[in-house]
């Protein structure tokens, strides 16, 4: 199967682990809503960015992505549910709501690096909601739309969503269904089905983002 995930089945309430396979690729998914869980991704990321020596210009690309309950009328602003990050073949996904003692000082200091480059869809909106939500700021977001519309020369992709950037930039399809698009990212077990979901928008955000960057 191109698309699946396996979930590791841990016995233990602070986190899950799975690994979701797209093509090729076999992403290591951590999700969570315990800061120490968060404090050491976060290490393990940076300590891989000084073992591969990335390029001063671009040292870490990051896809970030962010889900939250659905707001059913104009009255409703439901707050952001889960963040989503991933550097390579590694996610996070934070569950902020669920965070028993604040949000981690490391978070904010990895969202706020503006040596970073944080890609996503939309990620302006996304990165606003965060700063409205729960006070966090991203230093250095990077729309993928208008990315692509100037690495690949043609102002339509700035409209685009992220499955017509997968298709077009990676050559490969991915699904985005509307039961799992609407459903209750708030709870406090996810299903894997959201899992491997919001992992892949945040996967593919990254991967897209890691070839235009280096086209």
Request: net charge neutral.
């Amino acid at each position: 199967m191109e698309i699946s995930i396996e979930d590791h089945k841990l016995p233990y309430e602070t986190h899950s682990l799975y690994d979701v396979k797209f093509f090729g690729d076999k992403i290591r998914t951590l999700v969570t809503h315990t800061p120490s869980f968060v404090n050491t991704w976060i290490a393990e990321t940076q300590q891989k960015l000084l073992r591969n020596n990335h390029p001063a210009h671009h040292p870490l690309i990051v896809g970030l992505d962010i889900e939250w309950r659905p707001n059913f009328g104009r009255r409703f602003d439901n707050p952001v549910a889960t963040l989503q990050l991933t550097a390579g073949n590694d996610c996070l996904i934070f569950q902020l709501l669920h965070c028993p003692t604040g949000i981690p000082q490391s978070l904010c200091a990895f969202l706020s690096n503006t040596t970073y480059t944080f890609v996503g869809v939309g990620i302006e909106n996304d990165a606003k909601k965060l700063m409205d939500d729960h006070g966090l700021r991203v230093g250095n977001a990077v729309d993928l739309r208008g990315l692509a519309a100037e690495k690949l020369g043609d102002l339509k992709w700035k409209n685009s969503g992220i499955k017509g950037l997968a298709r077009e930039v990676l050559g490969k399809g991915v699904e985005k269904p509307k039961r799992i698009t609407l459903s209750r990212w708030d709870n406090v077990w996810l299903t894997a089905a959201q899992v491997q979901y919001a992992c892949l928008d945040a996967f593919l955000s990254w991967k897209i983002g890691d070839s235009l960057l280096a086209a």
